[in-house]
């Protein structure tokens, strides 16, 4: 039996599929408008498969298909803690959503903070940015890291930090000082968020926005710890979901 | 069941200058909302059939009522907050009633005057007086405000265009010159509030009045103890609801309705009749007051998983955890004894405000909570800036505790519920 784990993010589906307790399939996709329907279509290519979904649509595939749930905050903390068994904070920068989850020394939940109604900090105020410099995601991370400063820019507000970077195009700065400059003001957020949570010696660190090299280096820069990052940190969330169902299908059927 | 209907009277809410056109839809709305929200629960005590019975006629039955004593020359206030003397208000034979700012739909006709900004309560409600359509709002003779904070104090200010507005200074400290200034107040309002009736209101009178809503504070009391029971035999959004009633109902029916139910309660913890299973996470709000019909976060916490089973707020213990003094023998000895109870309130506008601190991981033991959800409305400073101190000392004890900031728009339902869901797994461990 196939043991599936979904995570549906605001921007992108997660798919991981375990076979014998190992990895046997993962993707990462983008989700459609109907979010729901990619993650039924993947469950029907699986049969029999026993499935935990997480993330943002979790009780929207629950409405439809037979899959347990647990929140995105609970599967990243122990995806991570999977990946770095130390681990006691994790960093998780989604699309819409970043979160900072501290844990006890056992792996439980201590405490965990989420950006509020607002996209600063997120993998879409990236985004936004690197469209309005006329970047893909990949362009832009290089061009922060291939310059060595940049003028700090002021707003953190989506909208604001828009018209501020068309001002500062306008005004002459070159566009890879002006892509530091905002990779910076969210690395100090993001910072900012670990620092009211509480760390230790180390930081992991998850989600999409986990791929971006610059990123990383920016908060270890700005912590001052070493920022730990899985193989593939976009599917960290999906991989424990499927652990889970692991964790489920033997506990249902122990003999199995 | 299905019968349940927020009832209409166009000709009643002509009468008192609403714009009926926008206000129809209103009853109808409310309809819907509560059957999803409140009929929709399980094994909800037989009692409760009183107050959705109060909810069926908040835009009729209960307005008639007013207006009764409207005419009959009795005094009908308008309040915002719990540190309205409300014991001078019965003493006058009047009626004090709680308006509601807990509502997105009137926040855009606020906007068109106030500052976007500013707390989601204070726009409601003075949305509901711009757009003319609250019938409350309508009915009062005069609305009472308060110093509590700055979005209220300078609202008052705008808002008394509209209706008479009576503005009471609240201190901010508790020291015997504050204490001796709101003394003053209260007498100023009481002054206020005999001049409606034309006559001055005497010992006797306060007298009654106090016992009246010592009563009710006391009724509540019974029904939150009751409630705190594992498993519990109410769920918190009907507790919620009824606390919110309390704002608007009459005194002694109201008295009479909930020790009713208390005696429900009382059998059907004998008989092991609960609403949620003794395994259910066992959840305390803190904070910001809720006014009706802000129902967003119960309504969370008990879809995922959870059980409220204390509201420490002003829709909740700080409203009547207590009570005034009865033995009094003169009427300046029972202002005096009425001002200290006032002044027990642990309202966030005071500074210090230990005793809050105290208060919160006091009633958390009480209610047998396993967490606490602060609640906080956007730009509400004074609650979010306590959230501070109030993690901090959570923290020391080891309780679990989240803090929230929301508004009444349901764009952050879906965040919110991921919080709360987790919140919930944190407790289970
Ligand atoms: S929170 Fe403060 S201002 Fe608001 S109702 Fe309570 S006492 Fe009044
Ligand atoms: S919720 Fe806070 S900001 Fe709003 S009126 Fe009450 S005290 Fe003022």
Redesign the interface.
């Given at each position: 039996m196939v043991k599936v784990g979904i995570d549906l993010g605001s921007r992108t589906i997660k798919l991981v599929a375990l076979k014998q307790g190992a990895i046997s399939f993962h993707t990462v996709v983008e989700s459609s408008f109907e979010p729901h329907r990619q993650a039924l279509a993947f469950l029907e290519q699986h049969v029999p498969v026993r499935a935990v979904a997480t993330g943002?649509g979790r009780?929207l595939v629950q409405q439809h298909a037979e899959v347990d749930v647990?929140?995105?905050?609970?599967a990243h903390a122990m995806g991570a803690r999977y990946f770095f068994p130390q681990c006691r904070t994790i960093l998780d920068v989604g699309g819409q959503?970043s979160k900072v989850i501290s844990l006890t020394a056992e792996g439980?939940?201590?405490?965990?903070q989420?950006n509020?109604?607002c996209a600063a900090g997120t993998g879409r105020f990236l985004e936004m940015m690197a469209v309005s410099l006329g970047y893909t995601m990949a362009e832009f991370g290089a061009a922060a890291a291939g310059v060595e400063q940049a003028t700090p820019i002021n707003s953190m507000c989506a909208v604001f930090a828009e018209s501020e970077v068309v001002s500062l195009k306008n005004s002459g700065m070159p566009p890879a000082e002006i892509a530091r400059a905002v990779h910076l003001a969210v690395a100090n957020r993001l910072a900012t968020m670990v620092r009211k949570v509480g760390y230790g010696d180390h930081l992991v660190f998850s989600g999409g926005v986990a791929n971006s090299p610059i990123m990383v280096s920016l908060l270890a820069q700005e912590l001052g710890v070493p920022v730990l990052v899985p193989d593939h940190p976009s599917i960290v969330g999906a991989l424990w979901a499927a652990l889970q169902a692991e964790l489920l299908h033997h506990r249902d059927s122990p003999a199995a | 069941m299905s019968a349940f209907e927020v009832k209409s009277d166009p000709q009643l809410w002509e009468k008192l200058g609403m714009d009926v056109a926008r206000f129809t839809g209103m009853p109808a709305m409310l309809t819907q909302a509560y059957t999803n929200i409140f009929l929709a629960q399980q094994n909800r005590p037989a009692k409760m059939a009183y107050f959705d019975g109060m909810v069926e006629n908040i835009h009729t039955g209960r307005i008639h009522e007013l207006m009764e004593a409207k005419e009959a020359g009795k005094p009908v206030i308008g309040t915002f907050c719990v540190y309205i003397p409300e014991e001078v208000v019965v003493a006058a034979g009047g009626v004090c009633v709680g308006l509601c700012g807990g509502a997105q739909g009137s926040i855009a006709d606020a906007e068109k005057v106030l500052p976007r900004n500013i707390c989601p309560m204070v726009k409601s409600a003075f949305g509901f007086k711009v757009g003319k359509i609250c019938p409350y709002f309508q009915a009062v003779d005069f609305v009472y405000g308060e110093t509590t904070c700055d979005a209220k104090k300078k609202t008052w200010e705008l808002l008394d265009e509209y209706v008479p507005t009576h503005v009471m200074e609240i201190p901010q400290m508790k020291r015997d010159k504050d204490k001796a200034l709101w003394l003053d107040e209260v007498k100023e309002f009481k002054v206020a509030v005999d001049k409606i009736t034309g006559t001055e209101t005497g010992f006797d009178e306060l007298s009654q009045a106090i016992v009246t809503i010592n009563a009710k504070r006391k009724a509540l009391q019974r029904l939150n103890n009751l409630r705190h029971h594992n498993p519990s035999p109410i769920s918190g959004k009907d507790m919620l609801l009824i606390e919110q009633i309390a704002f608007y109902d009459e005194p002694n029916r109201f008295v009479e309705n909930v020790n009713a139910l208390c005696d429900e309660l009382e059998e059907r913890i004998k008989q092991g009749i609960a609403v949620a299973p003794a395994s259910t996470p066992r959840i305390m709000v803190s904070g910001t007051p809720m006014a009706l019909p802000n129902w967003k976060l119960h309504n969370i916490i008990e879809t995922s998983g959870g059980i409220v089973v204390n509201e420490e707020s002003c829709i909740g213990t700080r409203y009547y955890k207590d009570l005034i003094d009865e033995g009094s023998t003169t009427l300046e000895q029972q202002l005096e004894r009425l001002t200290e109870r006032y002044m027990k309130i642990d309202c966030s506008c005071f500074t210090p405000n230990t005793e809050r601190i105290d208060q919160v991981l006091k009633e958390y033991e009480q209610s047998g909570a396993e967490g606490i959800i602060d609640y906080c409305l956007q730009f509400c400073h004074t609650y979010n800036i306590e959230a501070v101190k109030l993690r901090k000392a959570c923290?020391e004890r080891g309780i679990p505790f989240m803090a929230i900031?929301s508004d009444y728009s349901p764009?952050?339902v879906?965040?919110l519920?991921?919080?709360v869901?987790?919140f919930i797994?944190?407790i289970k461990?």
């Open positions: 943002y009780h647990i929140t995105e905050i609970k959503d439980k939940v201590q405490n965990f989420m509020d109604k | 923290e900031e764009d952050d879906g965040q519920k991921t919080r869901e987790a797994e944190q461990g």
